[in-house]
């Protein structure tokens, strides 16, 4: 049996991490974008004598660590029996390793894949529960899932998995534009370090104070710029290409965790222009708004 599914991408652009023992509850707060465009999930499962999961990326077999553990807590929290043989595959529509939160989008197609095959009857936040978790235990990310459940700007109030976390937002009607500067940088770098983890929150917890006494678009690109300029990640190169552009009067910042820039924008092919001419190749996408 074969069964498909999509669910969008989102990125971030400020953020602070809050711990806590029961990874449903540990997460991060913020703000972000979901975008349109993100994970197609496809299932093909049989009957088997022992258990294999095999995922794969754009047709390439990969370790997608965050998929399988999301199938072995499914297959843990409702006691099915493993004599399966399950075959996973992720078409991804943007960018990988870049801040995108395609591990997100993948454990979430494959879970609602195993909810439709085996009828257990999960809602949409039930379902995220389940990536949530195995996002925080591979340390893939703490709130891409509920960031990808939302639309337009999201704003992460509270910490955790979907049926915990409380998340505002706010409608886009415009299109988000990016760019790679860099090469990928593995969130499990990032969110793993104490020192850097310190500066986080000391960052972020401002961020989030000052986005919510102004909550419109500009003020979200604004604040993560100042987010990305101070917390001070990745490739060189991403903070002079965003002075750059400032220069010419556009507001980009830096993808959480990744070494793309991005903006909001209501001219993407202007925007599109003005990156070409400084070397890069930019993409515009659909912003959710639903």
């Known amino acids: 049996m074969s069964i498909r599914v999509k669910f969008p991408s989102s990125i971030t652009g400020f953020f602070s991490i809050k711990k806590h023992k029961d990874p449903l509850r540990k997460g991060s707060l913020g703000a972000g974008v979901v975008i349109e465009e993100g994970v197609e999930t496809g299932l093909r499962i049989s009957s088997s004598t022992s258990f294999h999961v095999y995922t794969y990326i754009n047709g390439k077999k990969c370790e997608c660590k965050t998929t399988k553990r999301a199938v ?3 297959f843990d929290k409702f ?7 399950i075959e996973i595959f992720h078409e991804i529509k943007v960018p990988i390793a870049q801040g995108f939160g395609t591990s997100a989008g993948m454990a979430l197609g494959a879970v609602k894949c195993l ?3 085996f009828n257990i009857g999960l809602s949409l936040k039930e379902i995220g529960n389940v990536a949530h978790v195995a996002e925080v235990l591979e340390k893939t990310g703490l709130g891409s ?10 704003i992460r109030l509270k910490e955790g998995a979907p049926s915990v976390a ?9 299109f988000f534009v990016c760019a790679k500067v860099g090469e990928p940088i593995p969130t499990k770098n990032i ?32 604040i993560s710029k100042y987010f990305a300029e101070n917390l001070r990640i990745g490739d060189i ?8 552009l400032e220069d010419r009067g556009y507001i980009f910042s830096q993808t959480m965790v990744g070494n793309y820039i991005f903006t ?18 930019g993409i515009a996408y659909n912003v959710k708004r639903s």
Do not use: A, H, M
């Open 166 to 174: 409380k998340v505002d937002s706010i409608d886009y009607d415009g």
């Open 72 to 74: 072995k807590i499914f």
């Open 191 to 222: 969110i793993s370090k104490e020192k850097i983890i310190k500066r986080i929150n000391e960052l972020g917890d401002f961020c989030l104070n000052e986005f919510l006494k102004n909550k419109t678009p500009e003020n979200f690109l604004r």
């Open 79 to 85: 006691d099915i029996e493993e004599r399966y043989r």
């Open 264 to 281: 909001l924008t209501q001219k993407p092919e202007e925007v599109l222009s003005v990156l070409e001419e400084l070397g890069l190749n």
């Open 115 to 117: 909810n439709e095959f």
């Open 237 to 244: 190169n991403v903070l002079k290409i965003i002075k750059k």
């Open 145 to 154: 899932v509920v960031g990808e459940l939302s639309k337009g700007i999201f």
